[in-house]
């Protein structure tokens, strides 16, 4: 029996699961993440699962380690090379100032210092070179990296997205003279213009290039070691896998690598469910995340600034729009200099983890403020298999938090989801209110070890009637590597009015993005009929600054339907911002293709487990400044179809549980999900408020 596996490394967690060659689910497994050595984490996961990798045939994986290497600085001594005159761009970077009155803010620290920048002597400009680069000007600035001693080098020179002709050459010198360095060349990641964001996404993919490769090395020799021969693949911020081999020349791809999963599996359950329109709100133990998904397609956004839009690095390539925040279940609750409460962004981590896990934790978090309240049970977590601390937790709160404050130890609980809800209520508006979305037209698919937790509580806060909680939610983001197709994202800056476009010119740009995007899909197994090539153009009214990234089709590419085009460009403008120009000129910056290729996915199914599905009552805690009240707890999987619960309740199951709130009634499905209606009425509040 042949078997596809994917296993998503977290910040606490590490998972994964697996489906048979008739794309049946077989199993899932769980283990504790090991920042220190991911692959020790990784091996701990296969072995308690009891996967044969002998009998696997793809195996999708996803990691938080090219993020976490730029986050922590932890990257490789690099050099940047660029165009003479320029060697300050990257440091000077934009001059906006995010918060005027932050008298703390800092611009972007590069991750290459100004030491270690060197100019070549050459210069293109947009329309072709203006002066040539000599072999003398090579050797000068080969010798200057040999001296540097990097580990690896990033070339980024002037106008190389139109004209890659000296990076090339700058390249070529580097690889022959220093062989071992990791080279990145700007063109080789990016053929888009935008001169400081190109060039720190170059100098990402150097900085972390060395250590994912080394990563992805120790991955292949271990799954190598335990007799797996079939096809490995990595996931990607875009939503989509690529092989390791791309992975290793590009590791900049895999930067959300792990988060975008959950949101990939939430589009692709959408249509299951045939919810066209719905919020993601994924939550683990580290940090929640949140997405919109719109006609069954995930939002992706041209970019975004690892560690942050103030101070963070500038990465100008495609990936799944998601509004992160630090509060996860891991989250510290703390006491601030002036001595009010505050929750997140520092987490506990996998290591040592809440009070309530044992680990050696002795900070309290969210975990344990929702412990202490009752709404996890002490001895069902992971299936009973790893029984939490109730006691301790308890003792954290009171000692650090409830005695400082003059009040119980439920209060204080209560305080702290509190505040972790509003954080995680704001995410869900930042990617729904502040697009022009309205909440209350969407279902909150709710996953994540702790998303199911808290989902019904938000929704209630932001009037979203429906929640729904899909199969497995605790290992959803390694479901989403197992349902993600293969896909590849190029673009060509091509600047020039719509009206005046040549039409076959732009037509030989997307020949040669296709020509690309095929080969790499023949590389990785697709063949030529089965490619799917989609080509959008991103257009913008004259004396805009971004763009919108319009789809078309090929017959409008040879200039037939150029009204339409204009049109439909106009629909989305309005879309998106409430408003159309119609008459206005429009201009063409971008030409895109994505070149993707289909993978079997799994439908989502959970089978009825024998039992009684009451397991029991217990006391929780649901509203502040009132005594816990019994509830009764039931067991997912035993739940059959159509059965209703009204709440208040809890329903549990191996990896995640599911509060109810008093007048919410869940429904369980024929695939097993768990369908929510969200009780409506005056003085509805984020968890824990008053009654």
Not at 91 to 114: E, K, T
Request: a negative charge; hydrophobic letters at 40%.
């Amino acid at each position: 029996m042949s078997m596809t596996v994917a296993l998503d490394i977290g910040g606490t967690f590490t998972d994964l699961v697996w489906y048979d060659s008739d794309r049946r689910l077989l199993g899932h497994g769980k283990s504790a993440t090991t920042p220190a050595r991911l692959i020790d984490g990784i091996a701990a996961c296969l072995a308690k699962s009891g996967v044969e990798l002998a009998a696997v045939v793809d195996f999708v994986h996803g990691s938080t380690v090219a993020i976490n290497t730029v986050l922590e600085r932890k990257g490789a001594r690099t050099a940047l090379v660029t165009t003479a005159g320029t060697r300050d761009a990257y440091a000077i970077g934009r001059a906006n100032r995010p918060d005027a009155y932050d008298i703390f803010f800092h611009r972007p620290r590069p991750l290459v210092p100004r030491s270690l920048t060197f100019e070549l002597d050459e210069r293109m400009a947009p329309e072709g070179p203006v002066r040539d680069c000599t072999p003398e000007a090579l050797a000068e600035v080969v010798a200057k990296v040999r001296e540097a001693a990097v580990e690896a080098v990033a070339v980024c020179l002037l106008h190389s997205y139109a004209h890659p002709e000296h990076e090339l050459r700058m390249g070529k010198a580097l690889e022959i003279e220093l062989p071992g360095v990791y080279v990145t060349l700007s063109h080789d990641i990016l053929r888009s213009y935008r001169e400081y964001e190109r060039t720190s996404t170059t100098v990402l993919n150097a900085y972390i290039g060395p250590k994912v490769r080394a990563y992805l090395d120790d991955l292949t020799r271990l799954l190598e070691e335990r007799d797996f021969a079939g096809r490995l693949f990595i996931m990607q911020s875009n939503g989509g896998a690529m092989s390791p081999d791309v992975a290793r020349r590009q590791p900049v791809t895999m930067m959300e690598s792990g988060p975008v999963g959950g949101i990939a599996a939430a589009a692709s359950y959408a249509r299951q469910l045939e919810l066209a329109n719905l919020i993601a709100f994924d939550m683990g133990g580290t940090t929640a995340k949140a997405s919109l998904v719109t006609d069954y397609r995930p939002s992706v956004a041209e970019g975004y600034y690892i560690g942050g839009y103030a101070s963070g690095q500038p990465l100008m390539l495609p990936v799944v729009d998601v509004i992160e925040v630090g509060t996860g279940g891991g989250s510290l609750a703390m006491l601030d200099p002036i001595g009010a409460l505050q929750v997140g962004p520092e987490s506990a981590g996998g290591h040592p983890g809440p009070i309530c896990y044992g680990w050696g934790g002795e900070r309290p978090t969210v975990t344990d403020a929702n412990l202490a309240l009752g709404r996890l049970g002490a001895g069902e977590f992971l299936g009973g298999e790893m029984p939490l601390d109730l006691e301790a937790a308890r003792r954290g709160i009171r000692e650090q938090l409830a005695e400082p404050l003059g009040m119980s130890v439920l209060d204080a609980a209560h305080g702290v989801v509190e505040l972790a809800m509003a954080s995680m209520a704001l995410a869900i508006r930042a990617v729904s209110v502040e697009r022009g979305y309205d909440p209350r037209q969407f279902a909150l698919v709710a996953v994540g070890g702790a998303g199911p937790l808290h989902a019904c509580a938000i929704a209630r806060e932001l009037h979203i009637p429906t929640v729904v909680v899909p199969p497995f939610p605790g290992h959803f983001s390694a479901v989403g590597m197992l349902q993600s197709d293969l896909r590849h994202d190029y673009v060509r800056t091509l600047y020039v009015p719509l009206d005046t476009v040549d039409w076959q010119g732009l037509r030989r740009i997307v020949d040669q993005l296709v020509a690309e995007g095929r080969a790499v899909l023949l590389e990785e197994g697709v063949g030529v009929a089965d490619a799917r090539l989609e080509v959008g153009l991103d257009l913008r009214y004259r004396g805009q600054e971004f763009t919108l990234t319009t789809p078309v089709d090929d017959p409008a590419l040879e200039g037939e339907r150029l009204e339409q085009i204009r049109a439909d460009f106009a629909e989305l403008h309005h879309r998106r911002y409430g408003h159309s120009a119609p008459t206005e000129a429009i201009e063409l910056v971008n030409v895109r293709v994505v070149a993707s290729g289909a993978r079997a996915q799994p439908p989502l199914a959970l089978a009825v487990e024998s039992g009684e599905a009451l397991r029991g009552r217990r006391p929780v805690a649901l509203w502040r400044h009132a005594e816990p009240e019994e509830v009764p707890v039931y067991v997912r999987e035993r739940l059959e179809p159509g059965q209703r619960i009204v709440g208040p309740a809890i329903v549990e199951e191996y990896a995640s549980t599911t509060v109810l709130w008093p007048g919410d009634v869940l429904t369980r499905g024929a695939g097993g999900e768990l369908v929510i209606e969200i009780a409506a009425g005056p003085g509805a509040t984020v968890a824990g408020g008053a009654r």
